[in-house]
């Protein structure tokens, strides 16, 4: 069974890599990737970028005009602080590229073409430096400008997840069942850590170190100096990234279980909640409601005792983590009849954006 999930999960994301290079007509056939500020949504889905409005679901630009088959958006497009929206094709023509977020034009006069791979994954910036992972392995180093900073750092395998960082050290994950820990200062790699299964989830930040759930169906605590150990288990594979809010971890499986860890005692605070389907999907937290998206194309709002309060169906299949964005929680179905969809605390629905043709 869980070799199955994996062949699915990884035909849906890689199978669309070749599918656009040779049909030669646009396709979406990937699950989107979203992120959203106070004004808009920005969803990454086959040949396009979208700007969605918040206030009413209007599309605001789309990036490029016209498709090119050989050009494909997975992952979640990044933010910065700068005014700049970061993101990476996944397709046969791999560009890494910067646009204005307001008016979705290029920012670099030339994008940054030094991969071997599929950027599958988001960039993280610290410092004014991006730090871009690569389906080849590699770890680049790039300046705001989009320029290669440094060397790019060797890692193995292929880098599906965003690295994420205390403010000193990088935590970056590989399929190849590794998490790597990096010192950006030296440019080196710190320690190596075997997690028993693949990772393709960013590790969640505490205060003394990183927690990540992998394939091992585990969730491993680990010490910047590499020690590490397994503080939780579930029943299935781990996809999503944890979430830490406070002394509490949040996390859930493929065999669609939600946890919840106290992590001062290693106690479950409940029994897995098990909605109604896998959960690749990270779990989002607002105020005291913990929202879960499933395969089965369900969303639903716990709160902190693991009861369901209310469920919604918009359809499809979700893979992708809610966002928040003011008082609306988004939600990015794959194969449905929209594309994105607000919600607001209550479960009502705000609206739902559907692309023109």
Same mark, same amino acid.
């Given at each position: ?18 599918? !656009? =290079?040779?049909?030669? %007509?646009?396709? &979406? ?7 959203? $500020? ?6 990454? /889905? ?30 979640? #497009? ?10 990476? !094709? ?6 890494? +590229? ?12 030339? /994008? ?26 590699? +770890? ?28 000193? +050290? ?5 399929? $190849? ?5 990096? $010192?950006?200062? %030296? ?36 010490? /910047? ?32 279980? *939600?946890?919840?860890?106290? *992590?001062?005692?290693? &106690? ?10 896998? *959960?690749?999907?990270? #779990? ?5 409601? *913990? ?6 194309? &369900? ?5 902190? $005792? ?14 992708? /983590? ?17 594309? +994105?969809?607000?919600?607001? =605390? ?8 559907? #692309?023109?043709?």
């Amino acid at each position: 069974m869980k070799t199955k999930r994996l062949l699915l999960f990884s035909l849906l994301a890689l199978g669309a890599i070749f599918l !656009s =290079a040779c049909s030669g %007509q646009p396709l &979406s056939n990937n699950w989107p990737g979203l992120v959203a $500020d106070a004004e808009h949504a920005y969803i990454s /889905s086959g040949s396009f970028i979208y700007a969605v409005d918040v206030q009413n679901g209007k599309e605001v630009w789309r990036y490029p005009a016209e498709a090119d088959s050989k050009v494909l958006f997975y992952a979640n #497009p990044v933010l910065t602080e700068d005014g700049q929206l970061l993101i990476g !094709s996944a397709g046969t023509n791999h560009p890494f +590229l910067s646009l204005n977020p307001k008016t979705g034009k290029e920012n670099w006069t030339e /994008s940054f073409t030094g991969s071997k791979g599929a950027w599958m994954a988001s960039p993280l910036v610290l410092n004014e430096t991006i730090y871009a992972p690569n389906t080849d392995g590699y +770890l680049y180093i790039l300046d705001l400008s989009g320029k290669q900073d440094s060397d790019p750092i060797q890692l193995g395998g292929a880098l599906w997840a965003t690295p994420s960082t205390d403010g000193t +050290l990088l935590y970056v994950t590989s399929l $190849d069942h590794h998490l790597h820990i990096i $010192d950006p200062a %030296q440019g080196a790699v710190n320690e190596t850590i075997d997690l028993g299964g693949a990772a393709p989830g960013s590790p969640a930040i505490g205060t003394d170190g990183a927690y990540i759930g992998s394939f091992a169906s585990t969730v491993e605590f680990i010490q /910047s100096n590499g020690q590490h150990e397994a503080i939780a288990t579930a029943e299935n594979w781990i996809w999503g990234t944890p979430i830490l809010n406070g002394e509490t971890l949040y996390y859930a499986d493929l065999n669609g279980s *939600i946890y919840s860890l106290d *992590i001062a005692t290693g &106690s479950q605070n409940w029994d897995a909640v098990k909605p109604d389907g896998p *959960i690749v999907a990270s #779990p989002l937290i607002v105020g005291d409601q *913990i929202y879960v998206a499933t395969e089965s194309g &369900s969303f639903f709002a716990l709160d902190r $005792d693991g009861k369901i309060i209310w469920e919604k169906t918009p359809g499809g299949k979700i893979y992708t /983590s809610p966002v928040v964005s003011g008082d609306l929680i988004l939600v990015a179905p794959y194969q449905a009849e929209f594309s +994105l969809a607000a919600f607001d =605390a209550e479960g009502k629905q705000a609206w739902t954006f559907t #692309p023109e043709k």
